[in-house]
């Protein structure tokens, strides 16, 4: 049985149709019923297995790393040791720059006098020392 299907209800004896609800325990998820629309008596109850799936797409996704690097003819490293070093590098963004000129309708450069992009970099980029 699947929501959607026609059936008749055992207990109610009208023709109508199932109607899939989650059933919650808290904010978790605890499994799936099959209902008639008509007086609400549950049918079946259908049981998810949400770890099984975040595992297997786990090690699908491992499995993909490795043929990658097997690719190129290096180790598989460590996905989340590579993407810490992007945050530890230096930033020369307009917005944390000490020549930043910024009022509620646009973001002046100081030294070049002109309008800049809080993201756009610069040669002149000088760190502000305070936030404001």
Not at 12 to 26: H, I, Q, Y
Not at 65 to 84: C, I, Q, S, V
């Amino acid at each position: 049985m699947k929501a959607g299907q026609l059936f008749d209800c055992p207990h109610c004896g009208n023709n109508t149709f199932l109607m899939k609800e989650a059933v919650m325990d808290g904010w978790t998820k605890k499994c799936d019923i099959l209902k008639c629309s008509s007086c609400g008596t549950v049918i079946e109850e259908i049981k998810d297995d949400t770890t099984k799936n975040t595992d297997t797409a786990k090690d699908k996704q491992n499995e993909k790393r490795n043929a990658l690097a097997a690719l190129f003819g290096e180790e598989p490293e460590d996905y989340k040791a590579t993407n810490t070093d992007l945050f530890n590098t230096e930033k020369r963004f307009c917005r944390d720059c000490q020549y930043r000129v910024m009022n509620a309708f646009r973001i002046r450069c100081g030294k070049h006098e002109k309008d800049v992009n809080p993201m756009d970099d610069c040669p002149d980029f000088k760190p502000r020392t305070e936030q404001a």
